[in-house]
């Protein structure tokens, strides 16, 4: 099963805001449904290790 993980780019910090096993749910996600937020990068995990990152918006 994969599991999604958001982090959200405030200024120079990152923070996991959304974790998931939903992807079109994770994929409608923009900058707008967090405060502050600059950017969005997604991790993909699957089986305990990471499969993919890479930026949302």
């Known amino acids: 099963m994969k599991i ?20 079109p749910k994770v994929l409608a996600l923009t900058t707008a449904d967090f ?7 997604l991790e993909v995990w699957e089986d305990g290790a990471k499969i993919d990152d890479y930026r949302l918006v």
């Open 35 to 41: 405060d502050d937020c600059d950017a969005l990068f």
């Open 4 to 23: 999604y993980v958001v982090l959200a780019l405030r200024e120079e910090e990152m923070e996991n805001v959304f974790v998931s096993d939903d992807e």
